[in-house]
């Protein structure tokens, strides 16, 4: 069983950074997956990016690929998704979801087993 608390959210002009922390219980943080999604007004939940338990590997959304950077510190059972260059269309809920380990990179919602409460992201113009 994994527990998950996001946070870090808030309110930033655009072209602002935010950082946003998801934090983990449980011993086997470092085997988890841990995905990234957002959920804006009146749209469904969509992909943001990911990292990979084996090696750390990272991937993105094309809505934020070169602005968005995911790292996670297992010794602190928690992973980070700096935000840089927001725009408006950035705002959102922002959820952290975690999957058992796998060799597949999840990038899709059913694939994830746990998931955070969400914080609120919002960028003005």
């Known amino acids: 069983q994994v527990q998950l608390v996001e946070s870090g959210g808030g309110l930033v002009q655009a072209g602002g950074s935010l950082r946003l922390s998801c934090a983990a219980s449980?011993?086997?943080?470092?085997?988890?997956?841990i995905g990234w999604f957002r959920q804006a007004p009146g749209k469904e939940r969509e992909f943001v990016g990911v990292?990979?338990?084996?090696?750390?590997?990272?991937y993105y959304a094309d809505s934020v690929k070169g602005r968005f950077t995911i790292s996670r510190d297992n010794a602190k059972n928690t992973v980070y998704l700096q935000m840089n260059s927001l725009k408006p269309e950035d705002t959102a809920v922002y959820y952290c979801?975690?999957?058992?380990?796998?060799?597949?990179?999840?990038?899709?919602?059913?694939?994830?087993?746990?998931w955070g409460q969400g914080t609120q992201v919002t960028v003005s113009s």
């Open positions: 449980g011993r086997t943080f470092s085997s988890y997956t």
């Open positions: 979801a975690a999957d058992r380990p796998s060799t597949i990179v999840p990038m899709t919602e059913s694939q994830y087993d746990y």
């Open positions: 990292i990979h338990w084996r090696g750390g590997t990272t």
